[in-house]
């Protein structure tokens, strides 16, 4: 069986020491905003664009590297994790994979208006360390999660 793998990128929200997740419709698992990186579109910019459509925030993107440039190229965004998720395993083999470029970003309010269509405030929750603990989340997202809490406190700090 021949794997298919399609880039993706997702972004941990924090706010006030919390980062939201919501639960996802299709795959039953809490995930932060995130979806497929589309044609023509940079991985840093799929991940601001669902992070407003599906929370409907403005984030703030958190990068740790040096913004270098000149007149014919510039720096883009590093990820900070790349992730390899199996979506579609059968018999034990991995048909489909995607290839997640994960960032994290900050927001000023834990207010969420998704655009219409995505899934309603209800959907998403806020966790802060403690919480994340005792989540029934997958081990990956729940160590994102808390980096994710970390890198925002100390770019406040």
């Known amino acids: 069986m021949e794997t298919t793998r399609h880039f993706t990128a997702s972004i941990y929200l924090v706010a006030d020491g919390a980062v939201a997740l919501h639960e996802h ?8 905003p995130g979806g497929h990186v589309d044609r023509g579109e ?3 910019e799929a991940a601001l664009r669902e992070a407003r459509e599906e929370t409907g925030l403005d984030p703030r993107l958190l990068t740790d590297h040096a913004e270098v440039s000149s007149p014919t190229a510039r720096a883009v965004p590093r990820p900070r994790h790349l992730m390899l998720a199996d979506v579609n395993v059968c018999d034990g083999e991995v048909g489909h994979q995607h290839v997640d470029h994960v960032y994290y970003a900050t927001v000023e309010s ?3 208006d998704p655009e219409p269509g995505e899934p309603g405030p209800a959907a998403w929750t806020w966790y802060d360390r403690p919480a994340l603990r005792e989540a029934a989340v ?3 997202v729940r160590e994102l999660g808390r980096e994710a809490i970390g890198v925002a406190a100390a770019a406040d700090g």
Do not use: E, V
């Open 110 to 112: 834990r207010a969420i």
């Open 25 to 32: 419709p299709r795959l039953g698992l809490r995930l932060p």
């Open 42 to 44: 940079l991985p840093h």
């Open 138 to 140: 997958d081990p990956d």
